[in-house]
């Protein structure tokens, strides 16, 4: 991938920093997974009424962000709350995830 963008800002930023979140397309299909998902997180099953955020279950990275079936495949899209996204994505390594 060609950037014009600093480096560490790329790796910080990671597809964010190609301008994906801000496309027309993506805003439509973001906007129809929160209708689909009725405002609620499909993790903890509470109604958003704060921040949320509109998931990839796989996730999007600058190998698969222009493919369809991970970018925008409803199937792989999923409303979470601020809390739950945070659990999900930035999740601590624990004892279970070891092998002792």
């Known amino acids: 991938m060609i950037s014009y963008l600093p480096e560490n800002v ?9 301008g994906f979140y801000s496309t027309q397309k993506w805003k439509r299909v973001r906007d129809q997974i929160k209708i689909r998902d009725k405002m ?7 109604p958003i ?4 955020i509109v998931d990839h ?5 600058f190998d698969n962000y222009k493919d369809w079936d991970i970018a925008y495949n409803p199937a792989n899209l999923w409303l979470l709350c601020q809390d739950c996204h945070n ?6 390594v624990t004892t279970q995830d070891t092998l002792w």
């Open 10 to 18: 790329v790796e910080r930023d990671g597809v964010r920093s190609t």
């Open 40 to 46: 609620t997180c499909q993790r903890c099953g509470k």
């Open 49 to 52: 009424t704060g921040r949320y």
């Open 57 to 61: 279950k796989i996730e999007l990275n």
């Open 87 to 92: 659990l999900k994505t930035f999740r601590k």
